[in-house]
């Protein structure tokens, strides 16, 4: 039933990999990892992780795909975050003005890049400014409490778009815990406000696309069926990239357990073209 | 277009009111409403107040329902909280053992009253111990940002009944602001969990079968075409009483702005029987 | 794990028995299920039919909890189905007039019971009169595909109580196949009018206390405690029984295999009292 | 508020225009539409036509936007279809095999110009073949009664990914008249399936973004600052586009009325960049 990693990844020319349970987990990048991508690096791959993370910036995720023996496998340019498209998306459609965040105050450099001025909305509680959009950053442990009212209330007053900056409901915490993640958070303030957010990240087509110029700018010669994505979740990596028309490996490291990953792919309908335990085998 | 509150209530020999935009607001009960209900009263019709509102027991809410003039209007039998269908269900579904709880501690009544435990959930933090329910309680401006997570990961643990004391989405606040209520989070929460936690409150048709039951006890002739329910909420107030099979008059004097009423009527096909400006017209 | 249903139905004074997967399967009511009937009846038991069918009234489908040894054990008051409680909503809240209905004109009984006058869909086509409600029956078989605009283009014009006779989504039509049922088409029409339909039967709580209420004008004596819901689908028998506050058996000789009932009421959090294997161990 | 679309035009090297409600209506192009688009393709702009359509191939669409004086105003590559993201779907991810089909055998070219081979799903009733994929096509008036169960059943016997080649739930039929179209077949299916099937056209990224590709393949300088998407519906085209991330006009010719045009950006957050009455004012 499950088919090794490196003979499934001989057949293509462009691998995505989703990062958290496939290059990494709660304590950073897996061992092993940097070696594999090395062996692929050098055989002429494109390697791109396609992550649901706006935590930090792509130069700073890229740093950690390295090692003493085989330096920086990932550049800046092959990480596509979740956060990197809530910046296109700001630069793109909002363009200037004030973004207020629901987040740190260290994290706004995703609206920074698309050309827009931060403002927490904490800040916003006793003079309210005209905005351009409202922005819900993925800060892992930041207190929302207070301010979720206070965006609510805002967002009942102004008609602007609200950016999620990550569309995962929740993310995992080390053991087998995990915490709520702004994308929870977004929907339960759609399900207030009905309205419609704009949701940064897979399974939605956005992210793969990105990749996918990225890969033909430096390959023109790429089509999708040279592309394989390598993900542990059926619900974003898998549902996005077989609707994005790309072949797809479930790795059964991460989230989905191997004694219902057939029970899983049955029941929802999600089919990935292989199964493998790991990108180690 | 509107029909005078008076009149239509003519017509019935109980009336069910919703709290929060019908009789009171913000500030407490409205001034001019004890004297409407006295009127009622005098003419001898029952009066029952249903309201998605767990955070005091029905004692202290009835006695909110009074002034010099008239003494107290609404006795502890006519109050149907949305807390005490919470009870309810724990006595009569879970019964005994400890029920974990999201709120504060002097919130427990609803808990204590169903012959359960009390447990906080932050103590179940260093020592989990078995639970036989998990209840989220409706605490206005209780910091559930710490808890939440635990709650998610103990309810990943253990697989019990999850209640949840109101079903309301936000409350209001004042002015026009609102703010985050405890059905919001547990609707996230079952996103997360992919659970199905027991909702208590409108539009749920449980709240209405308990009011009647108490109005046949009172008076056994009394059918379902009796019973008029005034309300400022489509999607809880009308919707459940029409589902209940009970004739419905939706007052303006709340959450449904006036200009806006027909519009709402017509796009949602939650048809009440009448349109009251108010119970005091 | 199993419990043997004989030992479980001791317990309780009344048993509320779901029909299809139960009793009775697509070729009739079982060969033993009249013999665990009449013992149960023996025992001086109330027993209930709660079922989710609207294709037949409730005295055609008593006469099949029948056989020569112990004769009829099912009156027509001990049967429940989502027929009768639409009968009861047209009956409460709409009272008098015309209900267009979709589905066949031998099945009208459930509105003229009520007191309204039916008229097909498609009788509407040409002459469209004021109606006061439309009913979506239960009909197998019915071939709705030209009366399905015909319905959506009348709901968009008149803002009038929409009734779907029963809120399942598919019924078993023998081997393993099943078809579309009327609560998939109601949800299909909500959808395009983005209106709120009046479904009957279970999950919803209105059934339960239907039969409720029958039971306890039997014996004034019985509460809550004393009834056992005794189901195969976790969805709508136990989760409906759940949340009206009595215990459930789950059964497995019906839609829920036993192989999977384990996971599946762990991944759905419908936790059933009892797992017994059939109504016959 | 109404801006004049020629001037909102003029701002823009691309525009995208859905078809219906925009360019035609239920009786075809309207009379002026050829006029406006020449005017435009004079001044240099690239014209598409984006549309949820899939009941006929691109070619025939593109031949409908032609009058005597200025010819064929739209080539069959500047009609991105919700048909042809299908075909793009099946070449990509499914590439041969059967494909079974619920529709017209008129309306195969999807299927065919993707190299699979269709079969009607009424032919698999007796001899189930193995199969790479269930296409639901768009076909305006076939009766589907009898073998949307078929498709059911199939669907629940054979994991294979699911297609439905327009996501619409209603289509316009003349007068104010709407029929059922094949996206809510696809979502009843779902839901009695509980699978995720790949649903095609707006308000998917895809199909702008093959569109964004063929416009950049025409005139590599083009970004998507210089595109307008010109539709009639906020939760497709306006949704949509501003999501992928380019400048909209929502015309009020179409499903949205003038009237009830602010109350829907309001209540619904789906912001336009521009309002106009029409293209032709």
């Not at 910036?57 to 496998?73: F, I, K, T």
């Not at 200037?96 to 698309?114: C, D, N, V, W």
């Not at 351009?132 to 979720?148: K, P, R």
């Amino acid at each position: 039933m499950f088919e090794p990693f490196s003979a499934v990844a001989d057949r293509y020319r462009v691998i995505f990999f989703d990062a958290y349970g496939v290059l990494k987990n709660s304590k950073g990048v897996l061992p092993g990892a940097p070696a594999v991508l090395a062996g692929l690096r050098d055989q002429g791959k494109q390697l791109f992780v396609l992550t649901n993370d706006a935590s930090r910036p792509p130069a700073q995720m890229a740093r950690g795909y390295s090692d003493e023996v085989h330096g920086q496998l990932i550049e800046v340019e092959q990480v596509i975050s979740s956060g990197l498209l809530a910046t296109e998306f700001l630069r793109d459609k909002v363009r200037h003005g004030l973004a207020a965040y629901l987040g740190q105050p260290g994290s706004t450099h995703f609206i920074e890049a698309a050309g827009l001025t931060p403002i927490a909305i904490r800040d916003c509680r006793d003079a309210e400014p005209p905005l351009s959009a409202i922005v819900l950053l993925d800060d892992e442990g930041f207190d929302w409490f207070e301010d979720i009212n206070l965006t609510v209330n805002i967002a009942r007053r102004q008609n602007v778009p609200i950016v999620v900056a990550n569309s995962d409901l929740a993310y995992p915490v080390g053991g087998h815990e995990v915490a709520v993640a702004v994308g929870s958070l977004a929907n339960m303030m759609e399900g207030i406000l009905r309205k419609t957010f704009i949701h940064c990240g897979k399974p939605d087509a956005m992210m793969f696309n990105y990749a996918y110029l990225q890969a033909q700018s430096l390959d023109p010669t790429v089509t999708k069926q040279d592309i394989l994505m390598v993900g542990d979740t059926l619900a974003s990596d898998i549902l996005g990239a077989n609707k994005f028309g790309i072949d797809t490996a479930l790795v059964l490291s991460g989230t989905t357990q191997a004694s219902r990953a057939a029970a899983l792919i049955e029941a929802s309908g999600i089919i990935p073209t292989f199964l493998c335990e790991s990108i180690f085998t």
